[in-house]
């Protein structure tokens, strides 16, 4: 089993759309809880999404309505899609993996992998 690995950032426009992906060689994501955290300059990481080993998502409030939490079983990826990007979105997105099919919470601690993160900038 390889790393996590996050792609997909970039810098945007506020209102304009991003989508991250998570990729790891050799996991099988339907067994494990995914989730999206991020984390703005000096600030701790925060739960963004997260989507079960059946394909529940729950979302963080700053997230909900917006954000879409995805996860390909063939592919063994999850995805981010962002919309209506706000400055106050800016952040290192990163993924993660809980041990188990079930996601219990969207606090960080509660995920042991994470990968090296991909940079999201919104401009206003």
């Not at 106050?88 to 993996?97: H, P």
């Not at 099919?101 to 940079?119: A, E, I, K, R, V």
């Amino acid at each position: 089993q390889g790393p996590l690995a996050e792609s997909g950032g970039g810098s945007v426009q506020a209102g304009e759309s991003l989508s991250l992906l998570c990729e790891a060689p050799g996991y099988r994501y339907r067994s494990y809880c995914m989730g999206w955290f991020r984390q703005a300059a000096g600030k701790p990481r925060e739960g963004v999404a997260t989507i079960d080993g059946w394909g529940k998502a729950t979302y963080a409030d700053s997230a909900r309505g917006r954000f879409t939490v995805s996860r390909d079983d063939v592919k063994n990826t999850a995805s981010l899609q962002m919309d209506n990007l706000e400055p106050k979105d800016t952040a290192m997105y990163y993924c993660g993996r809980r041990g188990g099919p079930t996601c219990n919470t969207l606090h960080p601690d509660d995920f042991g992998s994470f990968g090296q993160g991909t940079q999201v900038t919104v401009s206003s």
